[in-house]
Each structure stands twice: as C-alpha cells, then as structure tokens.
C-alpha cells in the first residue's frame, strides 16, 4: 500500500470519527489502567460493568490494595481470568504506592514493570491516558492491518512497528482508537461489512463481499 492510499484511509476515518476514545469508562489514568488490564480477553462492555461496581467504592491504588486480592475479587468475577486479574492489580497498586506515589508512571518500561501490564497495555496508557503517538495493537488492529494491506505483519509487534513508522505524524495520536473501532463495528473478523465500509476504495483487501 502507498503513501497516498494510507493518507486516504486515515482521513477518512477522521472525518467519520474527529474525536475517537476509548470505549473504556475512567476518570484518570489509574482508573484506565486497572480497566485495560481488566480487558485482557475481556469486552469493553463486561470491564465496565464490573468497574461501575469497583470504582465507587474503590478508585485509586490505596483503596483496591486495601480490598486485598479476597476483596477485589466478587467486584471482577463476572471478567475472565479474574483470579489472576486480582493477583495482578494487587501487586500493581503495591508497587505504584512504593515506587510511584501512587501515582501511574508515564514511562514505558516503567509500565511494562507493573504485573499484568504488556507492550499493548503499557501502549494504551500512553497514548490514551498521556497523549503519547504510540499505536497498541490488539486482534482488531492486527486484522484491520493486515486484511487492507495497511500495515502487514506476522506478529502484533510487526505491526505496530510498520503502523508507526508508516502512519503519517498527523494521525499517529488517534490512530489507535480509529483502527480498533473500525475493526470491531465494520471490518469484522468473520464477516466484514464491506459494502458499509468507507475506506473500501483504499483497502487491498480481495475478498470483498459487496452488495
């Protein structure tokens, strides 16, 4: 895929979507972290009605550390992994206590440190918590990538490195959000509604089933 056909593609996602976010309920970077490692396997849906639960009661590394693992555990039951999820959170609101202030590091080695915490999260949080350009690649972003010939890779971390040096700097920042949505409402993974999909002229795609 050339230059111009990517320009394309990301314009018009603009244009459909000026203001793209995450469909993860938070109020602060504390509260996007806990529910990105929540997600993990997990839909957006089902990590927000667990934290519409969690967070009134307990919305910063203090307060779910006070919980304990036995604690936290009845408020994620109905996400999968939860057992290990609790594990994971626990030592991770530890450690942003006695390493951080409490506070969520802004680095992402720092990120990566924390349990449960990976490339894709660690990603997330920069770009969706501090601004950052960087471009997490998840199952929807690793086949919007690949089937439109956006960026193609065997693995999620050759994708995100050929989306990143690729993706012009005008649309690095929102990126993310515009490929995962588009993935998940459109080019979907068993039958992607080609006929409704507005970058269809620009995808590479040769399977396109059109009306």
Partial sequence: MNKEKRTAIYRTLRERMPAPTTELEYVNAFELLIA??????????????????????????????ALGIDGLK?????????????????KTCRILIERH????????????ALPGVGRKTANVI??????????AVDTHIFRVANRTGLAKGKTPFEVEKRLVRLTPDEFKKDAHHWLILHGRYVCKARK??????PIRECCEFTKKELP
């Fill in 126 to 135: 920069l770009n969706t918590a501090f601004g950052e350009p960087t471009i």
């Fill in 192 to 197: 992607p509604l080609c006929g409704e999909c």
């Fill in 74 to 90: 009845p408020y994620i039951r109905t996400i999968g992994l939860y057992n290990s999820k609790a594990e994971n959170i626990i």
């Fill in 101 to 112: 202030g409490g506070e969520v590091p802004r680095t992402r080695s720092e990120l990566e």
């Fill in 36 to 65: 990105v490692i929540l997600s993990a396997q997990a839909t957006d849906v089902g990590v927000n009605k667990a934290t519409a639960k969690l967070y009134p009661v307990a919305n910063t590394p203090a307060s779910i550390l």
